[in-house]
């Protein structure tokens, strides 16, 4: 099993950027494929980027491709998420995601492993 935990989320201004943590527990992190996900108020949780246990493939969704980045460091157990040139519409609880044997789906049904998700506000 794997334990998650994210950090990095907070409030900042249309342009803006940030930097989200996802730090993982248990020795076999780099076996597992990380997701990230971001559920805004009333809305469905989303796939926002992924990346796999090696770190060789990466994916993100349309509306943040250009703006967002995702990276592992397996030395320190940590997916980053870079966040650059923010919108509003980003705004949204982050969580971090992961799986064993990597089927690179997009439902949130497909990651067993969750943390508990941080706040990220864009204020316009």
């Known amino acids: 099993q794997v334990q998650l935990v994210e950090s990095g989320g907070g409030l900042v201004q249309a342009g803006g950027s940030l930097r989200l943590s996802c730090a993982a527990s248990?020795?076999?992190?780099?076996?597992?494929?990380i997701v990230w996900f971001r559920q805004a108020p009333g809305k469905e949780r989303e796939f926002v980027a992924a990346?796999?246990?090696?770190?060789?493939?990466?994916y993100l969704v349309d509306s943040v491709k250009g703006r967002f980045t995702i990276s592992r460091d397996s030395a320190k157990k940590t997916v980053y998420l870079q966040m650059n040139r923010l919108k509003p519409e980003d705004t949204a609880v982050y969580y971090c995601a992961a799986e064993l044997n990597w089927k690179a789906g997009d439902s949130p049904d497909d990651y067993p492993y969750w943390g508990q998700g941080t706040q990220v506000t864009v204020s316009s």
């Open positions: 990346i796999s246990s090696t770190g060789s493939s990466t």
């Open positions: 248990g020795r076999t992190f780099s076996s597992y494929a």
